[in-house]
């Protein structure tokens, strides 16, 4: 990173799970290219969980856009948060594009939210990190709305 480069030009938001009211049940991103960067980070937030709840997400790799081969990425969910300490907090997952199954053509990811018992909020991004070429603003999705130098 240099001085004058802005952190919009080095951090590029690739997917989200918006903050929601998610019921019991799975919610995930659309899958997301490892080829723009070297590395990604997901933010996960959660707002008031619901009586009894639990929430898990972990990152789940696919052959392609449309999740051929879809499996588990080794090492990457988290500890399970509970309703008990889980009230806004949140959690990261590092990726490094390296760390898919590149040699059996895993090119791909996505993020997987699970809410166990109750409806809870829920929200997430993936951001890109060190991208292989342009700045990383260049891959935003079109939902960013706005960049405000």
Do not use: H
Not at 16 to 41: K, M, N, P
């Amino acid at each position: 990173m240099t001085p004058n480069q802005k952190p919009s030009e080095a951090l590029a938001v690739l997917a989200t799970c918006d903050a929601a009211s998610v019921g019991a049940g799975t919610v995930t991103s659309g899958w997301v290219s490892a080829s723009t960067c070297a590395a990604f980070l997901v933010l996960l937030a959660t707002g008031v969980l619901g009586a009894g709840a639990t929430v898990d997400a972990k990152l789940q790799q696919a052959q392609d856009s449309s999740g051929t081969g879809a499996k588990d990425i080794s090492g990457k969910a988290i500890a399970q948060i509970v309703k008990a300490s889980g009230d806004n907090k949140q959690a990261l997952i590092n990726l490094r594009a390296e760390e898919l199954d590149v040699n059996n053509g895993y090119a791909y990811f996505r993020l997987s939210i699970t809410v166990g018992t109750a409806a809870s909020i829920v929200g997430a991004a993936i951001l890109g990190v060190f991208p292989d070429y342009a700045p990383a603003s260049a891959f935003n999705q079109a939902a960013v709305a706005q960049i405000v130098a």
